[in-house]
């Protein structure tokens, strides 16, 4: 699990998703890794949920995995 600063999702993601994403980077930023850990499960479902709901493209979920470090 990290954060890679370089790369940038795409505006207009659903405002859900923006919201946790800024949450998780929070948690980063602070070094509070109990929390980024914790946060860090809840977003890799809602990222999952939301494309299964044809609310992201696989594009979205392939950035978000590489910006997220999730396999």
């Known amino acids: 699990m990290y954060v890679d600063e370089r790369i940038s999702l795409r505006d207009g993601l659903p405002d859900g998703l923006q919201r946790d ?30 494309y299964l709901a044809g609310k992201i493209s696989i594009d979205d979920l392939n950035c978000i995995f590489k910006k997220y470090g999730i396999s």
């Not at 994403?21 to 949920?49: G, H, P, R």
């Open 21 to 50: 994403f800024k949450i998780l980077q929070e948690y980063y930023d602070t070094d509070d890794w109990f929390m980024f850990d914790t946060v860090f499960e809840e977003v890799e479902a809602s990222v999952k949920a939301h």
